[in-house]
């Protein structure tokens, strides 16, 4: 999994209890995320959880996931790679698969679809691009509503696969 959720070095916060069911109900979960301030990077074995923590302070932070995200996909033999969205996390993760057999999943968790979240920001824009391209590729794509399923449907038609809506607890 990758994400950017720094909560999940905390042992006591929802984040890193939710990730613990996951990776008991999986057998083995591996997330690759940024670290926050004060916490040091590196690697944190939870049972059958194990968090790899990037200090993204360095000005090639994306290319530094690129490259540790393929390195922990080939050494763990790892089956399935999910992103927390379409975007950044999502091309990171497009990225590390595309070398690999392991198959690529998207977590949608917002309507980025919605004309108030593109007229944000331009930023807001451009990752609407990105998901565009990034969507294709899933192998897998997991949403938190109904409405939000059927906004991809709408706009990607048969260029995505059928979105599975699992809301987030």
Not at 3 to 16: P, Y
Not at 20 to 28: K, L, W
Not at 63 to 91: C, M, T
Not at 139 to 156: A, F, P, T
Request: aromatic residues 8%; positive net charge.
């Amino acid at each position: 999994m990758i994400g950017s959720d720094t909560t999940i070095f905390n042992t006591e916060s929802a984040t890193r209890k939710r990730l613990r069911i996951y990776a008991s109900q999986i057998g083995e979960l591996h997330v690759l995320s940024r670290v926050g301030k004060g916490v040091k990077g590196g690697v944190v074995k939870d049972g059958v959880l194990t968090l790899h923590g990037v200090d993204t302070s360095r000005l090639f932070a994306p290319f530094l996931f690129i490259k540790y995200a393929r390195h922990i996909i080939k050494e763990n033999s790892i089956d399935i790679v999910s992103a927390q969205d379409p975007f950044e996390h999502g091309f990171v993760a497009w990225c590390a698969t595309h070398t690999t057999t392991a198959k690529l999943h998207m977590q949608v968790h917002t309507d980025f679809l919605s004309p108030w979240f593109i007229r944000t920001s331009l930023l807001n824009r451009i990752r609407v691009r990105i998901a565009d391209h990034i969507l294709t590729k899933a192998d897998g794509i997991r949403v938190v509503s109904k409405r939000v399923k059927n906004s991809l449907i709408s706009r990607y038609g048969k260029h995505i696969q059928t979105p599975s809506v699992i809301p987030i607890a």
